[in-house]
């Protein structure tokens, strides 16, 4: 199981690397990249993570499946984990009615699909 976590005193920092072919980026973007990169080439075709939904929260009221799919009036996903992924090129797939005991997502979560062809 692999799980991505960014301190939250280092979150949103762009940061200067040495990955070929990757401008400055966050270190959460970095830590998505390279370890899709590692998987890719090795062979992988695609990734399926399920994500944490940390806002979820605060719509106590809204179905899971409405909110892994619901947005802001500029089109962006509410969700700060669900955009972080959409971002960097993921799909949102399918919600997960129980991921793990987790106040903020109120124990849910939603798969989201990385492809090599991305
Ligand atoms: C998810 C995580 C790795 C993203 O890293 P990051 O450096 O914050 O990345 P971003 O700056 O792109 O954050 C994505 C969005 O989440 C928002 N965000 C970050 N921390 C937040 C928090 N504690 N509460 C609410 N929103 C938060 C950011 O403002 C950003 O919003 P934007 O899209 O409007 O710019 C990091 O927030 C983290 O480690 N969270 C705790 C662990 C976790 O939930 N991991 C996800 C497992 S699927």
Sequence with gaps: MVGVGVIPEFRGIKFQHNL??????????????????????????????CARVPAKYKKPDMGISDYCQFRRENGELYDPVLRFHERLGAKIVKLVAYAMEDFESMNAGCWVKYDQSL
């Design 20 to 49: 070929p072919g990757i401008e400055e980026r966050k270190i959460s973007e970095l830590l998505i990249i390279f370890t899709l990169r590692k998987l890719f080439e090795n062979g992988v075709d695609s990734v399926i993570a």
